[in-house]
């Protein structure tokens, strides 16, 4: 099965400020029934639009013209609705609509925060079941689920970290980091006080004890690791590793952004790891890459389960409360307790899915990457030539003997209906192209994307001026990054 397309009914469509005209309207408002006032009495001029401010007023449009702008501007957007989603790291994996509606029960999503605790059970269950679902997945003593995204999680870990060798009287100031990290790790090791001691892989992708060995000191707070790592590599030497750091008198902190490829198959705790972040928002049913919100819980091992986040959620009998009687813990890392929203959307994925299916997900995800590594490997240059986890990882490195790059095949993928998979990273890998096509998608699916992988890189051999002016059936064509990135153009200026 080949899933191409070429080209179809693409429409332009100005700003909907072009195409008002006065008097017309889109919405038929009630008979106002209370006394209308002027609005230049009760507020300070200083706070009216002016006169001459080109966004004075709203646009005026009839009803059927207001829907077909936002139609047809939808239609110029891609998501995981529209086709497969190939981006590696960042997981566009399973988000059934379902657990949307589960999110919008009005009893849950209209709670407010400051609800008294007697009439907040239900939520309050939620939220300790889930920490205890996390808990058995990952392997750990106790969960958080306060921070709101996978960064704010690794910074919650490592504040943890630095609050566990202060209460000893030993401060520590160093964290080591592999080159095949997640790429937010040294900025939130930065950001919470200690100094980044970067350290290289191994020709074959993964981390060495005479690495970490060579590094470690009595001033090293914890080594801090992806695993899989960034190449899509289990990283198979963590026992010893771990052992060591221990022995050292260091942590162990492990990224979780990848745990869709090992969740229901290992734990993470098992192998020595004392700090976990997740993503929520990745693994966990909410659909990354929008904006947010998101949501990173950090689970720990039990000698950091003092210094987690207050408050904290007990049961007692059969009522759940908020319990603040933590001296040790870092203090509350977000406003009330988290995203909830986005808890309720894991706890309804991890109770549909089950301990099996969890597992499932985890190999279905891991069978599809190797499927598709061993189909492009004879195509693309593949750096890293073993078997990989949940995603795999390609160069241009042959296809750079025609003058054709990483980010012109990406391009030349928008042409054929796909998104392009992510580009030029992991660092270590010059020209990278990262796939990860996750559990979701169908073998015919993953076959007309390999298809098309090799129909493109023959283009580059015969046709290599086609991918440089890539994407040619786009709405918008081939567009200069680097100028939208520094040359914005943030407000619409008439004429403009």
């Known amino acids: 099965m080949r899933h191409i397309v070429t080209k179809g009914l693409v429409l332009d469509e100005p ?15 009630a008979v106002c029934d209370v006394p209308v006032v002027d609005a230049a009495k009760v507020i300070p001029a200083a706070m009216l639009r002016g006169a001459n401010d080109p966004m004075a007023g709203f646009p005026e449009v009839s009803e059927i013209d207001a829907v077909r702008h936002y139609t047809r501007l ?31 029960l009005e009893g849950l999503s209209a709670i407010h925060p400051y609800q008294p605790e007697e009439l907040s059970q239900g939520a309050l269950r939620l939220i300790y079941e889930l920490e205890d679902y996390l808990a058995e997945i990952s392997g750990m003593s106790a969960i958080t689920l306060q921070p709101s995204a996978g960064a704010q999680g690794e910074l919650t870990g490592l504040l943890m970290i630095a609050a566990y060798f202060k209460a000893k009287g030993r401060p520590r100031h160093k964290i080591i980091i592999p080159d095949t990290a997640h790429g937010t790790n040294p900025a939130s090791s930065a950001l919470a006080g200690f100094k980044v001691v970067p350290i290289k892989s191994e020709s074959n992708g993964v981390l060495t004890l005479d690495a970490v060995k060579a590094v470690m000191d009595d001033d090293t707070a914890a080594l801090m690791l992806t695993n899989p790592n960034t190449i899509g590599i289990f990283e198979r030497n963590i026992h010893d590793i771990a052992a060591y750091v221990h022995k050292k008198g260091g942590l162990i902190y492990c990224d979780g952004a990848n745990l869709n490829a090992i969740m229901g198959i290992m734990k993470l705790g098992e192998m020595g790891v004392d700090v976990v972040q997740f993503n929520l928002h990745k693994t966990f049913s909410t659909p990354h890459g929008g904006g947010g919100p998101g949501s990173g819980p950090v689970g720990v091992g039990k000698a950091l389960v003092p210094f987690l986040p207050g408050p904290r959620i007990k049961k007692s009998g059969n009522k759940y409360k908020f319990v603040r009687d933590n001296p040790k813990s870092i203090g509350r ?3 009330f307790y988290g995203n909830f929203g986005v808890m309720v959307k894991a706890y309804a994925y991890i109770r549909r899915m089950g301990p099996d299916g969890i597992r499932k997900a985890a190999l279905t995800a891991i069978l599809n990457a190797n499927y598709i590594k061993e189909s492009l490997k004879g195509t693309f240059h593949l750096p890293y030539d073993q078997p990989c986890m949940h995603e795999c990882v390609f160069s241009d490195k042959a296809q750079s003997a025609y003058g054709v790059t990483t980010i012109d095949m990406a391009k030349r993928l928008i042409d054929y209906g796909y998104h392009p998979p992510t580009v030029y990273f992991p660092l270590v890998v010059h020209g990278a192209i990262m796939i990860e096509p996750t559990e979701t998608e169908t073998k015919a699916t993953l076959d007309g994307f390999i298809e098309t992988m090799k129909e493109i890189a023959e283009e580059a051999r015969a046709n290599p001026d086609l991918l440089k002016s890539a994407p040619v059936n786009t709405k918008v064509q081939r567009v200069d990054e680097v100028r939208a990135a520094r040359e914005p153009i943030l407000r619409w200026r008439p004429g403009a």
Request: hydrophobic share 35%; net charge positive.
């Open 333 to 335: 890392v977000k406003a």
């Open 74 to 104: 939808s239609q110029w957007n891609f998501g995981v609705d529209t086709g497969f989603y190939p981006l590696g790291s960042c997981t566009m994996k399973y988000n059934p609509k379902i657990n949307e509606d589960a999110a919008r």
């Open 15 to 29: 700003l909907i400020f072009e195409v008002s005209s006065a008097g017309r309207k889109g919405v038929e408002p």
